[in-house]
């Protein structure tokens, strides 16, 4: 079935720093890649589509300058949190669209705490 | 605006008997809905969907129904195993299994009791 790997699985860096986050599709191509943020006993809230070879489409209200998206080929997205602050700690998933019965294939997420 | 609910935060189920787990939506452009579940720490898992044109959708223990008229469906797993203990997420998107939007209910924590 379809597979996507999620990079790292945890993280935690000072206050200020950058973070990536990698994603990809390991035996299908995905054209569109999703990112979700998930907080403590919340939904997962879409933050930005991420599409390859244009620029990505953010959700209201999250910044883009923040959370800086490259779809750099079919089979990667990555999902760089700029100057992380400690209100950025949380669980981010990716997902790629695959066969369009089976759904949504989900990343194993991350979780990111700024300390 | 909520536009898919999961109303019940939890619900324990003995081992054995069958658990329901219910979605609300008020978009009535939704239509097509997803079931995924998700253990702690991980990425959610794909259980099971629905396209509007159909009121049931049945793999192995898990039944999905969907009633159009009440914005309502719900997930039948029967029989319950300790394994199905986990956070069930309901989803919904307009445009069909094509669209790439997916909006979530906040989601269910099953706890299947041995």
């Known amino acids: ?115 | 605006d909520q536009q898919v609910k999961q109303n019940s935060p939890s619900l324990s189920v003995q081992e054995g008997r069958i658990s329901i787990l219910n979605c609300d939506y008020t978009n009535s452009m939704f239509d097509y809905f997803l079931w995924y579940k998700k253990y702690p720490a991980e990425g959610p898992t794909f259980l099971i969907s629905i396209s509007s044109i159909k009121d049931k959708n049945e793999d192995g223990r898990f039944t999905v129904f969907l009633n159009k008229s009440a914005k309502h469906l719900s997930l039948h797993i029967v029989p319950s195993q300790p394994g199905d203990s986990a956070v069930y997420f309901c989803a919904a998107s307009a445009g069909g299994a094509g669209s790439y939007q997916l909006t979530f209910g906040k989601g269910t924590k099953l706890s299947v009791i041995p």
């Open chain 1, 1 to 115: 079935g379809a597979v996507v790997s999620q990079h790292p699985s945890r993280v935690i860096c000072k206050s200020g720093t950058s973070v990536k986050i990698e994603c990809r599709s390991l035996d299908f191509q995905a054209t569109t890649m999703f990112w979700y943020r998930q907080f403590p006993k919340q939904s997962l809230m879409l933050m930005a589509t991420s599409n390859e070879g244009s620029k990505a489409t953010y959700e209201q209200g999250v910044e883009k300058d923040k959370f800086l998206i490259n779809h750099a080929s079919l089979t990667l997205s990555t999902l760089t949190v700029a100057s992380a602050h400690p209100e950025d700690s949380s669980f981010y998933i990716c997902s790629a669209r695959a066969r369009a019965e089976r759904g949504y294939t989900f990343g194993s997420g991350t979780r990111l705490t700024v300390v």
